[in-house]
Each structure stands twice: as C-alpha cells, then as structure tokens.
Nanobody, 124 residues
Framework: QVQLAESGGGSVQAGGSLRLSCAASGRTFDSYVMGWFRQAPGKERDFVAAISRMGSGTTLSDSVKGRFTISRDNARNRVYLQMNSLKPEDTAVYYC?????????????????WGQGTQVTVSS
C-alpha cells in the first residue's frame, strides 16, 4: 500500500513556474513507477508525465514537453513536477499516482494509488 500527498499547487501568471511535490509513504517507493496526471474542469483526467523506478527514464505528454520536468528522490520518497512557461491551459487539478511496474505507464487505469490532488491555476 502506498499513500500519496501532493503539495506545491497555487496560482501563477502565464509564463511563470511552479514545482509540485508528491510525498509517498512506505518503504518500497523505488519499486513504483510514478506519474503525474491532471484534470481540468469538465474534462477527463489526462496523463502529464511518468518516471521509472530509479529515475533513469521519463516520458511526458506532447503538451508539456520542453516546459515540464519530472524527477524523483528515492531517499526522500518524493517525486516532483517542475512546471515552467505555464499557460492558462495548464490550469487543472494535478494528481500524483503510483504503480508497481518495470516499464513506464501512461494510462491512468494502470495506476493503483492516487493522491488527493493539488490545484494549479494559471491566469493570462
């Protein structure tokens, strides 16, 4: 069982930056692929980024490539999402998720554990 808690959301103007953090419970954090998803009002939850167990591999959605970076610190049981050059269309609730896997996962139904989410609002 893994419990996840996101932090770092907030309001920012377009072009600004935010760094989201996700703290995970448990002693086997490095057994899990970690992902970030987001859900805008009235829309489905979409994949944003994922990182492999040791952090050597990452994948990002086309909409955030070149602007967002995912990283993790297994010693601290944390995964991060650095968001730069934010746009109003990045406004959403951002969720951290975990799945026991040896390969990167990009589909939300493949993830087993979810945080409560943190709101990110980008104004123009």
């Amino acid at each position: 069982q893994v419990q996840l808690a996101e932090s770092g959301g907030g309001s920012v103007q377009a072009g600004g930056s935010l760094r989201l953090s996700c703290a995970a419970s448990g002693r086997t954090f490095d057994s899990y692929v970690m992902g970030w998803f987001r859900q805008a009002p009235g829309k489905e939850r979409d994949f944003v980024a994922a990182i492999s167990r040791m952090g050597s591999g990452t994948t990002l959605s086309d909409s955030v490539k070149g602007r967002f970076t995912i990283s993790r610190d297994n010693a601290r049981n944390r995964v991060y999402l650095q968001m730069n050059s934010l746009k109003p269309e990045d406004t959403a609730v951002y969720y951290c998720a975990a799945v026991w896997s040896v390969i990167l996962r990009t589909v939300q139904s493949e993830y087993d554990f979810w945080g409560q989410g943190t709101q990110v609002t980008v104004s123009s």
